[in-house]
C-alpha cells in the first residue's frame, strides 16, 4: 500500500470577505468564525480530498485559500 499524498491548506484571513464559498463547497473543512470570516477546520488533507479541496480554494473570490502540494508548490 502506497503512502498517501499529504497536502497543505494555506489561508490567508486578511484577505477573507466573508462570503463563504468555501463552507458551502467543504463543509467538513471550512467554517465561520464569529466575525463572520472564514475558519480552517483542518490544515492538511489527503489525496482522497484534493478535488474537494480545490474546488474550495477557486471558489473564493478574494483568493484568499492556497493549496500546496506535497513536494511544497502551490498548486492554486
Do not use: R
Amino acid at each position: 500500500m502506497a503512502d498517501k499524498k499529504i497536502y497543505k491548506i494555506v489561508y490567508d484571513k486578511g484577505k477573507c470577505i466573508g462570503a463563504a464559498n468555501c463552507v458551502q463547497v467543504a463543509p467538513d473543512t471550512w467554517e465561520l468564525d464569529k466575525d463572520g470570516l472564514a475558519k480552517a477546520k483542518k490544515v492538511t488533507f489527503t489525496d482522497e480530498e484534493l478535488d474537494k479541496q480545490l474546488k474550495a480554494a477557486k471558489s473564493c473570490p478574494t483568493h484568499a485559500i492556497s493549496i500546496v502540494g506535497p513536494d511544497g508548490k502551490k498548486i492554486v
